[in-house]
Nanobody, 119 residues
């Protein structure tokens, strides 16, 4: 089974930066896309950013201009550079990997990493 290992979370002051990493173990399946989701206490998990194997990106409106998603295909790693962090960015951030399995797709989730932004 594919495993995702997340790192880079922590506590920062408002306006600070963090860089999240998510490394996927070698997979027998080709990667369709990778993305980041977040979930704050009492709230639904929401999409933050995604990047396809071809490099196309998509961002939630709330993070546009502040967050940047990127990937290192050789390392099967996806990153989320978070700048100008706000207290409302506080959440558990989850990495998601979507792979191609024949004509279907499968999804894998990381364990989550806590991001806390103080005012």
């Amino acid at each position: 089974q594919v495993q995702l290992v997340e790192s880079g979370g922590g506590s920062v002051q408002s306006g600070g930066s963090l860089r999240l990493s998510c490394a996927a173990s070698r997979s027998p399946f080709s990667i369709n896309a990778m993305g980041w989701y977040r979930q704050a206490p009492g709230k639904q998990r929401e999409l933050v950013a995604t990047i396809t194997s071809g490099g196309s990106t998509n961002y939630a409106d709330s993070v546009k201009g502040r967050f940047t998603i990127s990937r290192d295909n050789a390392e099967n790693t996806v990153y989320l550079q978070m700048n100008s962090l706000k207290p409302e960015d506080t959440a558990v951030y989850y990495c998601k990997l979507t792979v191609n399995i024949g004509s279907s797709t499968g999804a894998y989730w990381g364990q989550g990493t806590q991001v806390t932004v103080s005012s």
